[in-house]
């Protein structure tokens, strides 16, 4: 097979990097791919025409309540009066929000401005109440052993668009939980992990040279890429040598185009307080959220947001709306923004925790609920899914998930479709055997297309 | 053929969608019923004939020219001495030759062969290909030096299985024994406490398994321990995914899941001592604990003095970290005590045959096959196994069996794949239906007949394939056309995180050929910044790269950059990714930056003149001369760059840390 060996001269940059075969993302070349001549980063076409380009999933960790939220449970307010026990109906009130009349909880007021534009999953379901295996099932899919998780998944499926910046990233990761299997590429080729980035504008590692100025560096690389390309004489065309030379005038660029995306307060003010950059209760997830706009713009595949503390046993109420209004404003902001770029027809947002809360009154004070994974909420928005719909149900107390049931594998099924692939079609032989995302399940929830 | 994943459904619900699609999937698909090729029984191939007998060198040459004239593919010429050298200093001790070496190899009046045979030989008796060719190993067992999973406690007594490792390649072990070892070392018979000791310290093999911790002590537990054992011992042995049958009869493979439970009941009557208990155990030490150890007999043991603290070989803040273990947080000691008479291992348990679980259910359970009752068509049987004996001796026995294939084949076919950059069976650790059939199958049965026939001497083996012509050759050329895998060149191979690491202290004159002493790992595990497991030897601590703990999911950043295999897979072919990351860190990192500052210095001590100093960097780095050309770059470089001549000298140097060449071995 002939690939690679017509001569024709590069238009554009991107051109010649596609020319010489590993141009984007993280730049990556694998030597297992070396007679296909693939960079395992450059864009794969999808399998059907997808509906997203990109992920932005907002991890909430600690399982929020969907009964507080985006579960409303008339029956459960009325006989829900708590006490050791007993059955609590929710703390807040719902109204109906826009056009759609989406019930949302009084905690998301901004949010609910943009009703018409969630999708809200009511009938999520998780196997175990354990927040480290949930989350780590919520992210790979196993919680009984250690797999790629969603991200790497996707950036392995689709590569990335993103000509200088990893294809993945993940901002202000967890620690604990599970920690880096939440983002990890277990047998996938490393090149597909997640990067880590610090909200608050902690980069990239190595990005930046105390030592020597620009002028002096610019010289010592032009050095090492006249021994490279010396070597190249003698391997004429070898695309690992050829790689190691890419990597250097890609290296050499990030260290400007890497802090230029995470430079946050380039933006306007306007933009700023759009995300309540300007407020101390909002400025947190704000930086995140709004970051993970420049990141979308540039093209950065798959992009992760995790706010804690969403454990509410007790103090519900207090904790709850303080959680909230810590991200209510800033997705609603992030959506306004995705909005007015032209973004979120094909910016996929996904939001929610591990799992939700029960029904019953944790430690009987009314004022709290334990973990249950049995039924609980999520929403999308953007991304090719219908605005201000409800899919799926649980019962009438919101325990169990009563109608159109949708695991984790479903909800990976499903946002791998919006993405263009087919969840049974992605897959990777590791030890003798194709794996995939969703293991031997999953089924997309096709009613919430657009 | 789009093959249907395997795994173990958790959920009832999910249980039941697996149960409907198994059938669908056992109706639709026919159980394979043909032998792999790798279970045909061993037989030495016939040689075939060539034209130019000139060309060989070693026995196994003759397999690689027959295809290479079928083809009609001229091979390359042989390597020049320097070139030579530094590919087989680095495939045996992952370091490069001295100056003194290189300039003995290229003096060395005698032949080619024979200068080359004596350095070979030097080679093969240095203690650092131990610390080399343990580590390939390492990936297989997928040893780590803590759990993993939810709790990720460490594992403080994991670096002695990995010294046993290092010290059974030095001595060249024979591999049936290091096999036999592995599996049931303590079942075997022994004459000293010392070789009882490291009979012992082998059967840490069968504790790396990444279990879940906060779900322990259930029989959900037990049985994703056997599936560990199971899974380790048929893949890094046999090549074979035998787990693959856990919940139902192997797809593509003749492996029914009887054969899975007749396997797991072996496991199942052992007991496992990994040093870590579960969440309803915790003990002083949280989750780990140090009575779930197996206990060495005196010898070494009791001649070492007891440590009373982990040793300060990381250069780690000793008074902190004192402090933090005598006022632990929630009354954990977060650092451990050596104890020189423990290790990780397994002894025989309270024996039961393993009743097959369901589906993968624990709690479904069906008959019991009679444990070591194997009936894998084409593989010899299991000699029977006594009442009150788990099985893994008879195990061990059949692995290393003449009548088994396969343990031979995927051994001498790793070897290889260290050597020539890829396996003769390119899917290492999968030689069943899924893997990819020989480039030269000839060639791997008469590898693996030598192997058998030299006693299972590794060291052998890797003597003869790097005397062969074969071997030999220049790497030059264009690739892919035409296929390495007719090896008409040497290919060239990117060195692994621990040469390149090894290699850039070693120039800077820091490299320590010491093991480092004790435990070099804390915390205990599960939540909370007390709990953190943690590495005690930072990156730049001045020991082989062997040496550093390797924690899953925190590895030391190198590591994740240049495709260190991930520890909680079995893993015996690491990826080669080239990416702008590994870039950065040869241009910014600290790490690089405070290496070549070193080796500036090193260099600059030596008081010559300039030429003689550019020839110092490329002899540390490159293991070589540079040519006129290039000290006329470097010294045109050197007077350009406005900096303080130690900061020039460490620039330039870090350039040639950078290069490509200095990445790859040629």
Redesign the interface.
Known sequence: MNRCCSFSVPQTRRDFLQLTSAGFGWMAFSAMAAEKALNPLAPKPAHFTPRAKRVIFLFMQGGPSHLETFDWKPELAKVGKGGPHQLLGSVFNFQPQGKSGLLISEVFPKLSTHADELCVLNSMQTRTNSHVQATVAMHTGSETFVRPSMGAWITYGLGSLAEDLPGFVTVDPLNDQGGAMNYGSAFLPASYQGTRLGGGGGGIPNIDNELLRRGEQRRQIDLVQKMNRRLLTRQPGDPEIEGVIQSYELAYQMQTSVPDVLDIEKEPDSIQSLYGLNDRATEGFGRQCLLARRLAEKGVRFIQLTHRGWDHHNKLREGLSERAAGIDLPIAGLITDLKQRGMLKDTLIVWGGEFGRGPHDDKGDGNGRGHHGAGFSMWMAGGGVKGGYNYGATDELGDKVAEKKMDIQDLHATILHLLGLDHEALTYRYAGRDFRLTNVSGKVAREIVA | M??????????Q??RM??AA?LLGIITSIAPAEETPWSFKPLKRPEVPTIKNTAWLKDGLDVFILAKLEAEGIAPNPDADRVTLLRRASYDLTGLPPTPAEVDAFVRDPSSDDQAFARVLDRLLASPRFGERWARHWLDVAHYADSI???M?AVFPYAFRYRDYVIDALNADKPYNRFVAEQVAGDLLPWKTPAEREMNLLATGFLTFG?T?L??SGGEQFAL?QVDDQIDVTT?AFMGL?VA?ARCHDHK??PVAQMDYYALAGIFYSTETWPGVAGKGNLGPNGYVDEDRLVRLPGSTAAAQKPAKTSSTAGGNDMTSAMMEQMNPTKGYPTMFRFLPDRAMGVSEGEVSDCRIAIKGDPHDRGEAPPRGRIEIPGLPKLAPIPKNASGRLQLAEWLISPQNPLTPRVMVNRVWQHLFGSGIVR?V??F?S??EAPTHPELLDHLAVRFVEGGWSVKKLIRAMMLSRTYRMV??????NP?DSFYWRMR?R?LEVEPIRDTMLLAADRLKFEKPTGIQVAGFGG??RAA?SRSLMKEDAPYRTIYLPALR??LP?MH?LF?FA?P????GQR???????????F???ELV?DLARDTAEAVLAEKAEQTKQVESVYQRILARKPTRE?IA?ATQ?LK????SPA?RWA??I???F????F??V?
């Open positions: 789009n093959l249907p994943p395997c795994e173990l459904p958790a959920s619900s999910t969608l697996f699609l993993g999973r939810t990720n990444a879940d906060s779900d994703d893949r995914t693959c593509t493979d899917t650790d999968d069943g899924t893997g790497s030059d050329g264009r690739a892919p296929d060239p990117r939540k909370g953190w999911g925190i950043s994740e495709d991930d909680s897979q079995i893993k990826e080669v990714t080239t990416v702008a990351p590994q870039a950065l860190f241009m910014n990192s930056a290039e770059d470089f350009e760059m406005d900096l900061e620039t330039f870090q350039a040639l950078a290069s490509a060449e990445r790859y040629l």
